[in-house]
DNA sequence: TCGATCCTGTAG
DNA sequence: CTACAGGATCGA
């Protein structure tokens, strides 16, 4: 389940609770995570205290005493929380990392598809400015936009141009600022590019308010509740705005959700 | 720009 | 059984 605003609520929940801890063992559990790193090296780099927990896009970044980097990706059905004890890790675990405290961190992962790797620095390389940071202006979205060829919603998924958004919450947002998930980003106007700055940042924002209470209670669960989808997942529902039909259409390989009286 | 791919789980 | 899943990369 994690897109931006999730990954954000699993960051702020570690800064809390792992800052400070030394990691006195690392264990990858499945060898590919850490591609084309190789397993052994990255569980003796995985070492020392952690100094600093943040998020890059999609990315956690867990900074240690050394000066290397832990680059933590969830895909798709990833979890990075601490427990009390490792051996009640789940079956499903990538990597864990036991605390001298006797506490460990947890990588849980059903799929399998997340990503972990040690490296010297924090290499962002090729992403895009991230959405809630003041260098992401609407000016910024505007000449990014008027340089792309791309659908619409395949320019929001390109981490290149916009860092962080993800399948949901760019469906999202190009319902609430009307905008055609097919057409060229291109070709919208400038006040629909603004409208889409602006649903951008309002929609993230809301979502990592609730990503933050959902995660922030006890267990290691969530379900969030405050965000419901205008679109996503809603194929032939109503459209909140007109009443008519929302559509399902494929792009990229994935769905987009849309209504396609409103996005015109 | 498409499709396949990495995996497992769940809904229909 | 098939289709699909909140991600990203690779090669044709």
């Known amino acids: 389940m994690p897109e931006l605003p999730e990954v954000e609520a699993v960051c702020r929940k570690l800064r809390r609770e792992a800052m400070g801890a030394r990691i006195t063992e690392a264990n990858i559990q499945r060898r590919r995570i850490t591609s084309p790193q190789d397993p052994a090296e990255a569980e003796s780099l995985a070492s020392g205290t952690i100094d600093r927990i943040d998020r890059r896009a999609k990315n956690i970044r867990i900074r240690l005493s050394s000066g290397l980097t832990m680059h933590v990706h969830l895909r798709m ?39 972990l790797q040690v490296r010297a620095d924090d290499d962002d390389a090729g992403l895009g400015p991230e959405p809630l940071s003041r260098a992401f202006t609407p000016d910024v979205l505007i000449r990014t936009a008027r340089a792309s060829k791309q659908p619409a919603k395949l ?15 760019a469906a999202e947002a190009l319902h609430a600022a009307r905008i055609n ?68 259409i494929t792009q990229g390989g994935r769905s987009t959700y849309y209504c396609p009286h409103c996005q015109r």
Do not use: M
């Open 77 to 115: 059905t990833g979890n990075l929380y601490v427990i009390p004890d490792h051996r009640l890790r789940p079956l499903a675990t990538s990597a864990w990392f036991t605390f001298e405290d006797g506490r460990a961190l947890l990588f849980e992962d059903t799929r399998g598809l997340g990503t």
């Open 155 to 169: 320019f929001l998924l390109d981490q290149r141009r916009i860092a962080g958004l993800g399948n949901i919450y």
């Open 181 to 248: 998930p097919k057409r060229a980003i291109s070709r919208n106007n400038e006040a629909k590019l603004r409208a889409l700055h602006a649903a951008i940042v309002r929609i993230l924002r809301d979502a990592v308010r609730s990503a933050c209470i959902a995660y922030s209670r006890p267990g290691r669960f969530r379900e969030a509740e405050g965000f419901s989808p205008a679109v996503y997942d809603r194929e032939g529902e109503a459209c909140l705005g007109c009443g008519r039909p929302i559509r399902r």
